[in-house]
Nanobody, 122 residues
Framework: QVQLVESGGGLVPAGGSLRLSCAAS????????SAWFRQAPEKEREFVAA????????TYREGLMARFTISRDNTKNTMYLQMNNLKPEDTAVYYC???????????????WGQGTQVTVSS
């Protein structure tokens, strides 16, 4: 069983940056793909980005690659999401997830974190 804990969310003005972290424990995180999802108020959860267990093959939701960067450090069992030039429409609860890389890109994960709130003010 893998436990995932997100951190790094907060309130930031439009144009600002945040770096989210996802710390994993209790299992074989280093052998799983990992991803970020987000859910805005009154909207369905949506895929943001995923990366393979090696840290390679990053994939992003269309339109986000220019501003977001996903990465992971298996020596620290931690995944990151660097978000730059944030916009009000990026406001959401951001969740980390782990599982099969292909399934993650389709929205399915074995493990989920509890989420961290990101609020971008206009």
């Amino acid at each position: 069983q893998v436990q995932l804990v997100e951190s790094g969310g907060g309130l930031v003005p439009a144009g600002g940056s945040l770096r989210l972290s996802c710390a994993a424990s209790g299992g074989t995180f280093s052998s799983l793909g990992s991803a970020w999802f987000r859910q805005a108020p009154e909207k369905e959860r949506e895929f943001v980005a995923a990366v393979s267990w090696t840290g390679g093959s990053p994939t992003y939701r269309e339109g986000l690659m220019a501003r977001f960067t996903i990465s992971r450090d298996n020596t620290k069992n931690t995944m990151y999401l660097q978000m730059n030039n944030l916009k009000p429409e990026d406001t959401a609860v951001y969740y980390c997830a782990a599982g099969d890389y292909v399934s993650l890109a389709r929205g399915s994960a074995l493990y989920w974190g509890q989420g961290t709130q990101v609020t971008v003010s206009s």
